[in-house]
């Protein structure tokens, strides 16, 4: 697709018999234009474009051509070429082969006297859940850590999928009902989950990976300006710890059992030694938390090393 702002009238040839559909790109993504068959009918973008300028738009011509061309007049060939010379696209571009991934995370607390053969069981019946074949990524086992005071949890459950779709039919699949039904409702004291979508978690971590799980409850009326700050200063993290080797980063959309916390990240790195090595820089750390302290009311946070693949017992 071409990115390009209208500037003067566009001669369109061998396309339908009466009126054609357009995508227009602009810096704040795309928006449909419809031609008519009316001279120089004046089109305006759709509701989420914020274009100011007015687009003039020529007729689609009824000739059937063998291919679609678009055409147009020298001068404002050039103007166009010059247009997108001296743009400068600050909004990223997603190309088409990236793809977005669900994160799913859920914290789980078990009860202190539990048998060590429930957790066992609870643990294997978890794992098992990748013979669905609707994750692209998934590990259940006991957490390294918990640094959080106020919210404490014993395991964690983390998992990828394609789609927000293939989260809801994992959901609800009898398998996955059956798990949380004997295994997990009858050994827990807490749980906690938050999805989100993510841009770098296109790769699953190995086995032997460690994770560093975070989850930020921000205050009360903070605006969008703020949030997105906090975003910002999050995801600059990777860039600052270089041992990170993947940092998903995003806004939960499951508020039923998020416990009021909106953004959620995950920092993969090679091993545990290399979250030691990641706390060892305090200064480093102090300066990155001091960017969002007025922004944040309380934060969750938790080590997790993946446990080796588990054969499916299902």
Known sequence: ??????????????????????????????????????????????????????????????????????????????????????????????????????EHVVLLKVKPDVESSKVAAMLSGLNGLTSLELTVHLSAGQLLRSRSSSLTFTHMLHSRYRSKEDLREYAAHPEHVRVVTENIKPIVDDIMAVDWMSDDASVSPKPGSAMRVTFFKLKENLGENEKARVLEVIGGIKDQFQSIDQLSLGENFSHDRAKGYTIASIAVLPGPADLEALDSNVELVKLQKEKVRDSIESVVVVDYVIPPPQVANL
């Open 1 to 102: 697709m071409i990115h390009f702002n209208p500037i003067g009238p566009v001669r369109l040839a061998g396309f339908g018999p009466k009126s054609v559909q357009l995508y227009w790109a602009f810096s704040n993504g795309p928006s449909i234009v419809s031609l008519s068959n009316h001279p120089y009918h004046k089109c305006s973008p759709s509701q989420n474009s914020f274009m100011s300028s007015t687009m003039i738009c020529a007729p689609a011509r009824t000739r059937l051509l063998p291919s679609f061309s678009l055409t147009t007049t020298k001068p404002l060939f050039r103007r166009l070429n010059s247009l997108v010379l001296r743009r400068n696209f600050q909004t990223p571009i997603r190309m088409s082969g990236q793809q977005q991934i669900v």
